[in-house]
T-cell receptor
Framework: SQQGEEDPQALSIQEGENATMNCSYK?????LQWYRQNSGRGLVHLIL?????REKHSGRLRVTLDTSKKSSSLLITASRAADTASYFC???????????FGTGTRLKVLA | NAGVTQTPKFQVLKTGQSMTLQCAQD?????MYWYRQDPGMGLRLIYY???????DKGEVPNGYNVSRLNKREFSLRLESAAPSQTSVYFC?????????????FGPGTRLTVL
């Protein structure tokens, strides 16, 4: 079964608003990563947060990780129409080399 | 650098036919992966190769075989295609496995099995 589950499944916001999506996972992990997928394309890595980190920033992206709750959130600030895409979290369970992807959040940013 | 390349981009097969999906990376990465993505779903790991000469099963390996031909190339073979294998297939690579780094993805192969 999927290690990561994103919430919500779909999100529609206006340009300029913030978008928050969440990821939950089941086992202990080495790190958690967020990826973006534009329609019909391969995934592109956005940000990686290690299990001993609690928060990380990259441009308009802010990621948090709560290992006690086995959850992470991705915040995109001041969203743009170009942010329209699907966003996936991926975890690497401890002791494995396998990246396990969640089911994704489809974000639509309206101009 | 081309990154991760996949061939073909599209393929239509009849049930029972075989084919090989090719993947190559030019980033000198140790690890390579094959995923499938079904509509509205995340990626599911089929097989991976942590280093040249090794391969391991992922979440959904049945009906597939892989070959890590050399450090650059990792192929996925469908011996007898079934309609349930209709999907988009992505190849990915990453650097040193020990650090579980980011993955770099190819553009995908869209496979339809009739």
């Amino acid at each position: 079964s999927q290690q990561g589950e994103e919430d919500p499944q779909a999100l529609s916001i206006q340009e300029g608003e913030n978008a928050t999506m969440n990821c939950s996972y089941k086992t202990s992990i080495n790190n958690l990563q967020w990826y973006r997928q534009n329609s019909g394309r391969g995934l592109v890595h956005l940000i990686l947060i290690r299990s001993n980190e609690r928060e990380k920033h990259s441009g308009r992206l802010r990621v948090t990780l709560d290992t006690s709750k086995k959850s992470s959130s991705l915040l995109i600030t001041a969203s743009r129409a170009a942010d329209t895409a699907s966003y996936f979290c991926a975890t690497v369970p401890s002791g494995t080399y396998k990246y396990i992807f969640g089911t994704g959040t489809r974000l639509k940013v309206l101009a | 650098n081309a990154g991760v390349t996949q061939t073909p981009k599209f393929q239509v097969l009849k049930t029972g036919q075989s084919m090989t999906l090719q993947c190559a990376q030019d980033m000198n990465h140790n690890s390579m992966y094959w995923y499938r993505q079904d509509p509205g779903m995340g990626l599911r790991l089929i097989y991976y190769s942590a280093s040249e000469g090794t391969t391991d099963k992922g979440e959904v390996p049945n009906g597939y075989n892989v070959s890590r031909l050399n450090k650059r190339e990792f192929s996925l073979r469908l011996e007898s295609a079934a309609p349930s294998q209709t999907s988009v297939y992505f190849c990915a690579s990453s650097g040193d496995t020990a650090y579980y780094n980011e993955q770099f993805f190819g553009p995908g192969t869209r496979l339809t099995v009739l």
